[in-house]
């Protein structure tokens, strides 16, 4: 099933539909003489919801850092929006609609959940401060009840609602998930996903890095099969769904 | 001993710990923050505690009015600081940015001792000491007598620790000062600027260690060589206080302070100085992790 995926999606708009939202072309990266990622191309759609899935250790993190610019690819094309990223970096990316939620959360544990955000907020992009604070607490009604709470005391769904409430305040038009349900009860994993959901229908283009492929593949309408640095596979969800032992050939759970 | 003896040494400690809390929370805020472990920093108070020797004594201003242009001033260089000599540092791992800024600094600190020595015994006097002795004068706390230079050198004291704790809890810029101190990778991901980071906090800290020079020469007076061994004090309350804490700085530098004056009254003024190695043996020896990390092990 290595179809080739040619159809620009239908969200583009404008003179240079080709453009719009993130491209990945021929992605390589090395940790030293490791490469990591071998020759990743992927797109996502302004609005679109993208799953990136793979067994431990293909490649999947490693291509959201690289797309972040937090470490530097040693060859091929990113480009957002129709702005090449080469050698950007972090935070121009991050004003340009780039948001990442890390794995491990990232977050600052010695600060309270409200630091937390106001620091996510980007000074004269998207919202004021004080509206978006009132928009992440309106997602999050938890994060508001615990705002002067240091973020360390947090749980770990907790946790994983203030990053991604801290990557939303920078008003991102794409946001990277990087395993947002590792460790977390399955209620909570449930709850996360509720709110993606409703973050794409507003709008939010979504890229969600998953071990786990259930939740992710009911969210997203394509996805993205990584293995050992490369795409092994790739299509809507339904088929990705309904391919004959996705898990056992390809993720290996 | 007399209970008034014991409120003047208890105020001459304050004095000293609240100027050793100043120098080490400026040096552990620029370490923790920028990984810069700088070496020059009790030569940047020298240097201040110069300049401010120069407009008070040979210019004739007021002490406050020459605090503020010694501190305006060396806001300057500490931008010229952070422009010539850690830019290059910039977005290197961690490790190399702390050795090769111990490296770069200790030969800055070398030049300018150096250069200062020499400038001052060329063209101000030949036996150079820094000190001010302003005309404040003296008030009476029941059967203390408060001397009012010092007096004033705690009044400006808890006036800056003030505003340095106002910049961190309360401005944007402050706030990501600790962000970055706390946790770098997060830092970098939801799009803060390091450099702009490390920019702030140097500005800041060398002014703040200019200013704690000057104030430090209204109660002891400094030579030009002694810039290396202050910065081992800053050093020492750093790590005791833990890294980037402004309340640890705080009690460890009183703590210090208080220790070294009372240690002079009773075993004489020669032990006085033994005091700061010992809390830095002690630190070595408990909480090795912390004299870099602010984090025991």
Redesign the interface.
């Known amino acids: 099933m290595r179809e080739p995926h040619r159809s620009e999606p239908h969200g583009a708009r404008g003179r240079a539909p080709a453009a719009r939202g993130l491209k990945i072309r021929g992605l390589q990266v090395r940790y030293g003489e490791f490469v990591v990622v071998q020759d990743v191309s992927l797109t996502v759609a302004p609005g679109e919801i993208v799953a990136l899935l793979g067994p431990n250790g293909a490649g999947k993190t490693t291509t959201l850092r690289a797309v972040?610019g937090?470490i530097p690819p040693v060859d091929g094309e990113i480009t957002y929006e129709g702005r090449a990223l080469h050698g950007m970096?972090?935070?121009e990316?991050?004003?340009l609609g780039l948001g990442?939620v890390?794995e491990g959360?990232?977050?600052?544990?010695?600060?309270t959940v409200e630091?937390n955000l106001?620091?996510?907020h980007?000074?004269g992009r998207g919202p004021a401060l004080a509206d978006s604070l009132a928009d992440v607490y309106r997602l999050f009604p938890l994060l508001r009840e615990r705002r002067r709470q240091q973020a360390g005391t947090l749980s770990g769904g907790e946790q994983q609602m203030l990053a991604i409430g801290?990557?939303l305040m920078?008003a991102p038009t794409l946001l990277m998930l990087d395993e947002p349900s590792l460790g977390l009860a399955p209620r909570i994993v449930d709850l996360l996903y509720d709110t993606l959901r409703l973050l794409g229908e507003r709008g939010l283009a979504l890229l969600i890095v998953e071990q786990y492929v259930h939740e992710a593949l009911a969210l997203a309408a394509r996805g993205y099969v990584l293995e050992s640095g490369r795409i092994v596979l790739h299509g809507p969800s339904a088929q990705l769904r309904e391919h004959p032992n996705l898990q056992q050939t390809y993720l290996s759970v | 001993m007399t209970l008034p003896l014991f409120l003047e040494l208890l105020v001459g400690g304050l004095v000293v710990g609240g100027l050793y809390a100043l120098m080490a929370f400026s040096f552990s805020l620029i370490l923790a923050t920028t990984h810069v472990l700088n070496v020059a920093h009790g030569v940047f108070m020298v240097l201040g505690a110069a300049a401010s020797t120069l407009l008070v004594r040979h210019l004739g201003l007021g002490v406050v009015p020459a605090f503020g242009l010694v501190a305006a001033g060396f806001l300057l260089v500490g931008m010229i600081f952070e422009a010539v000599l850690l830019k290059p540092m910039a977005g290197r791992a961690s490790g190399e940015v702390l050795v090769s800024s111990i490296l770069v600094t200790f030969g800055l600190a070398l030049a300018l001792e150096a250069m200062l020595g020499f400038y001052w015994a060329r063209h101000v006097e030949p036996q150079p000491i820094f000190a001010l002795h302003p005309r404040i004068s003296s008030f009476a706390l029941g059967d203390v007598v408060v001397s009012g230079p010092r007096a004033t050198v705690l009044g400006i004291v808890a006036v800056v620790v003030g505003v340095l704790h106002l910049l961190l809890t309360r401005t944007r810029i402050g706030k990501e000062a600790r962000a970055v101190a706390q946790n770098l990778a997060g830092a970098l991901v939801i799009g803060l600027n390091p450099r702009r980071v490390s920019r702030a906090v140097l500005t800041i800290g060398i002014a703040a260690a200019a200013l704690s020079g000057g104030l430090f020469v209204m109660a002891i007076p400094l030579n030009p060589f002694e810039g290396l061994r202050l910065t081992m004090i800053a050093f020492t309350v750093s790590a005791a206080g833990g890294v980037g804490n402004l309340p640890g700085a705080l009690a460890a530098g009183i703590a210090l302070g208080l220790a070294e004056v009372f240690t002079g009254f009773w075993a004489g003024p020669i032990w006085s100085p033994m005091m700061s190695l010992l809390v830095l043996f002690a630190v070595l020896l408990l909480r090795p992790a912390a004299i870099l990390t602010g984090q025991g092990r």
């Open positions: 972040h937090i970096p972090t935070h990316r991050v004003a990442l890390p959360r990232e977050l600052f544990p010695g600060m630091e106001e620091l996510g980007v000074p801290r990557a920078a």
